[in-house]
């Protein structure tokens, strides 16, 4: 059992920037697919980025460019650093773990364990 906590949501004017975090419980961190994805209400929880067991990163098209993902093995923590945040980008984000790869790592589907969520508010 793996437990997932994200931290670091807030409200942000467009243009600017955060940095989320998902703590886990587990200590083989390293050996696990990660992930952010996002749902906003009447919508479909979107995958926004991935990173597999070999370090290799997947992005959404709509935020290549600004997002980028990483991870502190040592830590057990996964980041999502945002930058040039726009008022579309507002959702809730949570953090997904699955052991080993994902055929599919932008998919939910994909993914055992997840988060509770921390909301990003981006304002025009």
């Known amino acids: 059992q793996v437990q997932l906590v994200e931290s670091g949501g807030g409200s942000v004017q467009a243009g600017g920037s955060l940095r989320l975090s998902c703590a886990a419980s587990?200590?083989?961190?390293?050996?696990?697919?990660l992930s952010w994805f996002r749902q906003s209400p009447g919508n479909e929880r979107e995958g926004v980025a991935a990173?597999?067991?070999?370090?290799?990163?997947s992005y959404a098209d709509s935020v290549k460019g600004r997002f980028t993902i990483s991870q502190d093995n040592a830590k057990s923590t996964l980041f999502l650093q945002m930058n040039s945040l726009k008022p579309e980008d507002t959702a809730m984000y949570y953090c997904?773990?699955?052991?080993?790869?994902?055929?599919?790592?932008?998919?939910?589907?994909?993914?055992?364990?997840w988060g509770q969520g921390t909301q990003v508010t981006v304002s025009s």
């Open positions: 990173i597999d067991v070999g370090g290799f990163t």
């Open positions: 997904a773990a699955e052991p080993g790869g994902a055929w599919f790592p932008l998919s939910p589907a994909e993914y055992k364990y």
């Open positions: 587990s200590s083989t961190y390293s050996s696990y697919t």
